[in-house]
């Protein structure tokens, strides 16, 4: 059953107690933290629960809880280092084994976003890296990320000609593009030419965006816009109370993605994604 697209979740809702005082913007400014937000993109997975550990010390976390396809967090602050993403079906105990597990290393000043993209038999675990640097007054910057299954590749055009995504496969994201602030017309058009959408869309003036491609509730595609990170000085409005330990593997313990993934997480070429090693699925 589909749940509404890119619902809100509300971070007081969806970080668990752990007894540590949310972090202000002004007691945590983005030049000396990593910001960092959810988001569930696979369309046939069933809701989920997502942890974050961090390996500096401290327990395994619950992070986000209930996400479901199309939904993204809001941002939250997070402390540089190293950590890992896992995600278990929605009211398995913590100490089940996670049915997706990924690493990445956040970096200070800069802003991700952590997913789970694909199909259920091919669902992996990706960091995006976002934008904190708006544009211009009279701009924004737009990208697109493509996370239609019914939709093998799309092109995504603006109607004052912009192309914003050529043949993007799914699960893939471009990089960003510049557009004149103001509403703007935005057209997905796929294989499949029934299965071609358009939605206005309302660029702010010095906004930083996403586009999202979407398998539709009741069929067909749905194109829906989320802001990133710019203006990050003031965006998060806590922080995410994640440590080591817990049921979070160790480096160099019996699983060799963590060698080189920690300290490598370099972007792929023109795609904007880290795609790490998928441990299994998540069952439906």
């Keep these: 059953m589909r749940i509404p697209l890119l619902r809100i979740l509300i971070a007081a809702g969806i970080v668990a107690a752990a007894g540590l005082p949310a972090a202000t ?4 400014p983005v030049e000396q933290n990593a910001m960092i937000r959810g988001a569930h993109l696979s369309p046939d997975t069933t ?8 390996f500096s010390g401290g327990t395994t976390t619950l992070w986000l809880s209930s996400v479901g396809y199309g939904d993204v967090s809001p941002y939250e602050w997070l402390k540089p280092g190293a950590y890992a993403v896992s995600m278990r ?8 084994p996670a049915a997706l597990s990924w690493t990445f290393t956040a970096k200070a000043g800069h802003a991700y976003t952590a997913a789970g993209v694909g199909m259920n038999k091919d669902l992996h675990g990706i960091i995006i890296e976002d934008e904190i640097n708006p544009p211009p007054a009279g701009q924004g910057l737009v990208r697109v990320i493509q996370a239609a299954s019914r939709a093998p590749h799309a092109d995504v ?3 004052n000609g912009t192309v914003l995504a050529k043949s ?7 990089p ?32 930083v965006s996403s586009v999202v491609l979407l398998d539709g509730q009741q069929g067909g595609l749905d194109l829906r816009m989320i802001p990133d990170a710019a203006g990050a000085a003031t965006r998060p409005l806590g922080s995410v109370p994640a440590g080591g330990g817990g049921t ?4 160099g313990h019996g699983n060799p993605t963590w060698a080189w993934a920690i300290g490598a997480t370099a972007l792929v070429a023109g795609s ?8 299994r699925t998540v069952t439906a």
């Design 25 to 28: 913007a002004s007691a945590a």
């Design 89 to 96: 079906p929605h009211g398995a105990a913590a100490s089940t």
């Design 168 to 174: 993007v496969a799914f699960s893939h994201t471009t």
């Design 176 to 207: 960003y593009q510049h557009l004149p602030a103001g509403n703007v017309k935005v057209t997905a058009q796929v294989d499949d030419a029934s299965l071609n959408t358009s939605a206005m869309l309302n660029i702010k003036s010095s906004s």
């Design 248 to 251: 979070a593997p160790r480096p």
């Design 47 to 54: 809701n989920v629960d997502v942890y974050l550990t961090a």
């Design 272 to 279: 904007g994604l880290i795609a790490l090693r998928r441990r």
């Design 157 to 159: 055009t603006a109607e």
